[in-house]
């Protein structure tokens, strides 16, 4: 088994969450792969730009969440164990495009309703209610 440690962000602007559509349809979260001396935060604000080309800020710390999958290439079939760690983040605008050689036909910025609804992992769709009910108390406090 080998043990992959990523970070990504929650982008939102105004009502919206910054959503990623990969070649086979379906639709995630920006995240990657932390690098060598590379701070979690680090990694999370690297993976959103590369991915999306979006200029965020990041608000806070949401949390992690681990899943287990195989992934083959032709040689074999290897077994992961992730661990994904969570930012909120506040894009500066809208401006967002998808990197076709990271793997995304689409960048966009969706409603939070709409975003639960499409999100393609049950994960990161709890990660993005913890996320929206964040954006909400910071708004109306």
């Known amino acids: 088994m ?3 440690v990523s970070a990504g962000g929650i982008v939102f602007f105004k009502n919206s969450i910054l959503m990623l ?3 086979n349809g379906d639709w995630v979260l920006p ?3 932390v690098e060598e001396n590379e701070t979690l935060k680090e990694t999370a604000l690297r993976e959103v730009f590369e991915e999306t080309r979006a200029k965020v ?3 806070k710390y949401l949390g992690k969440i681990n899943y287990e999958f195989n992934r083959t290439s032709y040689m074999d079939r290897v077994h992961i164990n992730k661990e994904v760690h969570w930012y909120l983040m506040m894009a500066r605008n809208m401006n967002c495009t998808a990197q076709k050689n990271e793997g995304f ?3 966009k910025y969706l409603p939070f309703e709409r975003s639960l609804i499409i999100a393609r992992y049950d ?3 709890k990660i993005i209610k913890k ?3 964040d954006i909400k108390f ?3 406090k």
């Open 123 to 125: 994960d990161e769709r």
């Open 105 to 107: 036909v689409e960048a």
């Open 138 to 140: 910071h708004c109306y």
């Open 57 to 59: 800020t990041t608000i």
């Open 21 to 23: 559509k990969k070649f």
């Open 131 to 133: 996320a929206v009910e």
């Open 2 to 4: 080998i043990e992959e």
């Open 31 to 33: 995240k990657g792969r």
